[in-house]
């Protein structure tokens, strides 16, 4: 049985800084592509991150997170991180993680070419 479980979130200052974890069953790392997104209240839910199951571990990240997020991951723990620097209140949105095949030539962003979605964890940046 496939899951995802994401844990780290919580409420952190501006500025701040987190990390998010997701833990994967059911699939290994290393015949998928992750990536991270996050839903703010009556908003869209966005693409936040990705990182590629290849040795190399190529990445990506939106525009507005470039510079203060980073995408991870760790094969032997089959867990994947997104460590969060200079927080700010725009950031405050339920993240998830999801999980695609590596088969999956679609946009990385794009929500509908992943297989598995996490149930997300909670990240409030405020004062």
């Known amino acids: 049985q496939v899951q995802l479980v994401e844990s780290g979130g919580g409420l952190v200052q501006p500025g701040g800084s987190l990390r998010l974890s997701c833990a994967a069953s059911?699939?290994?790392?290393?015949?998928?592509?992750m990536g991270w997104f996050r839903q703010a209240p009556g908003k869209e839910r966005e693409g936040v991150s990705y990182?590629?199951?290849?040795?190399?571990?190529?990445?990506a990240y939106a525009d507005s997170v470039k510079g203060r997020f980073t995408i991870s991951r760790d094969n032997a723990k089959n867990t994947v991180y997104l460590q969060m620097s200079s927080l700010n209140p725009e950031d405050t949105a339920f993240y998830y993680c999801?999980?695609?095949?590596?088969?999956?030539?679609?946009?990385?962003?794009?929500?509908?070419?992943?297989?598995?979605w996490g149930q997300g964890t909670q990240v409030t940046v405020s004062s």
């Open positions: 990182i590629l199951s290849s040795e190399d571990g190529s990445t």
């Open positions: 059911g699939f290994t790392l290393d015949t998928h592509n």
């Open positions: 999801a999980a695609r095949t590596t088969l999956s030539g679609s946009p990385w962003a794009r929500l509908g070419s992943y297989d598995y």
